[in-house]
């Protein structure tokens, strides 16, 4: 039988009292004794009991004192008795938990549900109460309540153990969360009740909500969609409208809830007149350039606050880094509002110190050479972030975060700090992978993007596969001067065996190096400039088409080529690998010069678009096209073949064999085998893609799905129109791309849309070790 603490009772027995009738009420105590003690020690009952040694007291004051011990709650029976002087207190201890057992929840974690039983006090080797046991049901009652579980079943029970020990188990039925049967809206007549239904995260129930549980009740929900609802209202202009009253009521078996929402929606204001006041430190007219909303437009509270963003940004780059500015409606009688801006700019700040965080590897003066934001100067907001931007495009840091703190003791000073997580920048290792232009991939590399901490580029490799051998060294200072000039060279050697990439069948042997300088025309436009030679060795093969005969026998086999190269580039990517938002658009072209054994040149154009479709950038818009065209001049009129553009393949046209579009090459007389892809000197590719988040992975990172749709054909003029081959081929499918530990992993399922016979289509096409 369960009792509550007021219904415990204790006892006070005077049972040895003998005293002289002259002494009836009072005695000296002499000795205090405390019998029964488990597991409180002595210490414990003296510092609560009110009475010492050698203290007088009678039977009411002992009374007292008895019910002041008892009040500690260690006890649930007291007992007091004399010997002579001696006064015993016999006691009964609460029993102490011995172990606590949960079953039967699922819903919400043990952990979660151990934590909120020692915040009640509940917890082993605690003294047992059971009026908190019963508050403990009430609790735990109460959070499946919050998530919607309104037939949930709570039962605690203690079971005694020897020793004056207790076992306590709580046996849960968690019930089902109560779906939502109807929602009724009251009062709306600007909106219909789809439209408003349509804004919330809660349904009704049905087949599509059952499978996304979002016809399951939670009061977090509905005060969500509350507020969803008011936001909706005030950008339409309803600044008076509110919420009346929100019921939920459940049905008698608690498994179907039903909503009812009484809302005012009140008239529909237009902007009568827009002010600023305050002290407008930029010119009131380019101030009033930022503002979103004009007047005669419909009241909008998103336009306003974007507009007051706007306001303190503009403010905050001047160096006003504190800058406050507040929007207010004033509603008029006449269905109107007037907007009034109220700027506070305080007092321009200045940059004390740029410090920098968690750079264990980087040397501080590589991130201070990304810095827009210099000491001492005016505190801008735009070069604070645009700073932090740069150190993120970088790629020696996974995480970058920045912080204006103002300086202690005084009001126009303020500390940047930037905090970095860095992460690997280079690598030493063996690599296996496999593509299906190459075959097996062999390779040992060392690259290092962060050479020592300085920010330089360092890579030294050789790759080994079936039909490509190479070797190389790069070497690239991005800041050769303060100016941001870069500086690099590198050196080559390759062998590449055509036949074994379904290519005409020949050897190319070529080997050389470059020097590059690149000079920075703004924040993200850059020019390129290098010049390169190279040594070129052709050898037929067994069966090499005619095409590559002529060649060899006109031009012959060894060719030393001398290059100039230039390049522009202009990039808002936010992020190197995998962006999500941005553009870059390059413009490159390589020319033999004159004094070259071959005099041609080839230029490219590649553009790359990205659109984020919401907030996170989960949802993403990607276009891509890629022009290259090259030819030759002088008294050549033809690009070496060995330099032709292919098309096909993962990163091309996908659905159709890597190399594989365009004309075919002429086979020899003994060849009769089907042609082999030729390649042309006019490329053209584009792309459209639609990117989503990955199912079951949130990582959007390393991480990406995407359906696509691509297009793309070789051309060779030279040789003369052909149908067959020069219509532009189109595919549609769905793409995966993800960051591995073992390096980047790629494929596609396409479906070719307007093959033609010849063609050779491949559905499936992955990568694995290759950069995409």
């Known amino acids: 039988m369960r009792r509550s603490l007021t219904g415990v009772a204790f006892s006070l027995l005077a049972t040895a009292w003998a005293f002289q009738p002259a002494h009836a009420d009072e005695f000296v105590i002499s000795d205090i004794e405390v019998e029964g003690l488990q597991r409180v020690s002595a210490g414990s009952v003296f510092s609560s009991f009110p009475v010492d040694i050698g203290e007088s007291i009678n039977e009411m004051e002992l009374a007292d004192a008895i019910k002041t011990l008892f009040r500690t709650g260690l006890f649930t029976d007291l007992e007091a008795s004399r010997d002579d002087g001696v006064l015993i207190l016999t006691v ?195 101030l009033r350039k930022l503002i979103l909303i004009k007047e005669g437009d419909i009241f909008s509270r998103e336009q306003v606050t974007n507009t007051s963003e706007l306001l303190s940004r503009r403010l905050g780059s001047e160096g006003y880094t504190f800058a406050n500015v507040n929007a207010v409606p004033e509603t008029g009688d006449d269905n109107t509002a007037a907007v009034t801006f109220f700027i506070e700019p305080g007092k321009r700040a200045y940059v004390r110190r740029v410090n920098f965080d968690g750079n264990v590897s980087t040397r501080d003066e590589v991130l201070r050479q990304e810095m827009t934001q210099m000491e001492g100067g005016v505190a801008s907001t735009d070069r604070i972030e645009f700073s932090k931007t740069r150190l993120e495009r970088l790629g020696f840091f996974e995480t970058v975060d920045v912080e204006t703190v103002p300086v202690p003791g005084t009001d126009d000073m303020v500390d940047v700090n930037y905090s970095v997580e860095e992460q690997p920048t280079g690598s ?128 012959g086999e060894e060719f030393d080529n001398y290059f100039l190269n230039a390049s522009w580039r202009r990039s808002t990517l936010n992020r190197g690998v995998l962006p999500s938002d941005g553009y870059s658009l390059s413009l490159s072209g390589d020319i033999a010069v004159p004094g070259s054994d071959l005099t041609y040149y080839k230029v ?63 086979n020899s007389p003994n060849d009769f085998s089907d042609p082999d892809p030729f390649g042309g000197n006019l490329l053209t590719e584009g792309s459209l893609e639609l990117i989503f988040p990955t199912p079951f992975a949130g990582d959007t990172r390393s991480m990406r799905t995407a359906f696509f749709i691509d297009a793309g054909q070789v051309f060779d003029p030279d040789r003369g129109f052909d149908p067959a081959f020069n219509e532009v081929r189109v595919s549609a499918g769905i793409g995966f791309q993800w960051i591995t530990a073992v390096g980047p992993l790629a494929f596609s399922l396409a479906k070719p849309l307007n093959d033609k016979p010849g063609d050779e289509t491949q559905i499936f096409q992955f990568s694995l070790g290759q950069s995409f």
Do not use: C
Not at 139 to 151: A, M
Not at 156 to 165: C, D, G, S
Not at 629 to 650: I, L, S
């Open 92 to 286: 009964k201890e609460r029993p102490a938990i011995s172990s606590i057992d949960i079953e039967g929840n699922k819903a919400i974690e043990t952990e979660m549900l151990t934590d909120a039983l020692k915040g009640a006090g509940l917890q082993e080797g605690q003294v047992f109460r059971r009026a908190t046991l019963e508050r403990l049901e009430l609790e735990i009652l109460r959070s499946y309540v919050g998530q919607g579980r309104y037939n949930a079943r709570v039962k605690a029970t203690a079971e005694e153990l020897p020793r004056n020990r207790v076992a306590i188990r709580l046996k849960i039925n968690e019930g089902d969360v109560a779906s939502i049967k109807h929602i009724n809206i009251i009062g709306n007549d600007a909106f219909s009740d789809e439209q408003l239904l349509d804004l919330f995260e809660l349904e009704t129930s049905g087949w599509w909500s059952s499978l996304t549980s979002s016809d399951k009740y939670a009061r977090e929900r509905l005060s969500g969609d509350l507020e969803t609802l008011r936001s909706f209202y005030l950008d339409r202009g309803y600044l008076d409208f509110s919420v009346e009253s929100s019921q939920v009521s459940i049905s008698p078996d608690k498994k179907a809830v039903f909503i009812a929402l009484a809302i005012s929606e009140g008239p529909q204001y237009t902007v009568s007149d827009i002010r600023l006041r305050g002290e407008l430190i930029v010119d009131e007219e380019e």
């Open 428 to 555: 030493l290792s063996a690599s296996v992978g496999f593509s299906q232009v190459s075959g097996v991939i062999l390779g040992a590399n060392i690259s290092e993007n962060n050479f020592f901490g300085t920010g330089k580029r360092v890579s030294i490799g050789a790759n080994f596969s079936d039909s490509i051998k190479s070797a190389n060294f790069a070497y690239t200072n991005p800041y050769f001067t303060v100016d941001g000039v870069s500086r690099g060279f590198s050196l080559f050697a390759r062998e590449t065996d055509f036949e074994e990439q379904d290519i005409s069948s020949f050897l190319l042997d070529e080997y050389g190096g470059r020097l590059t300088f690149g000079y920075p025309i703004d924040n993200v436009t850059r020019l390129n400039f290098g010049v390169g030679y190279t040594k070129s060795k052709i050898k037929a093969g067994a069966f090499t088409s005619e095409e590559v005969r002529d060649f060899i026998e006109d031009e």
């Open 604 to 666: 490219n154009q590649r553009t790359e678009f990205y659109q984020p479709l919401n907030a996170n950038q989960t949802w993403v818009f990607r276009a891509r096209s890629d022009i290259g065209y090259g030819n030759g001049y002088n008294d050549r009129q033809v690009m070496p073949f060995f330099e032709h553009f292919f098309a096909g393949g993962y990163g091309s046209v996908r659905g159709f064999r890597a190399n594989s579009l365009g004309r075919k090459a002429t």
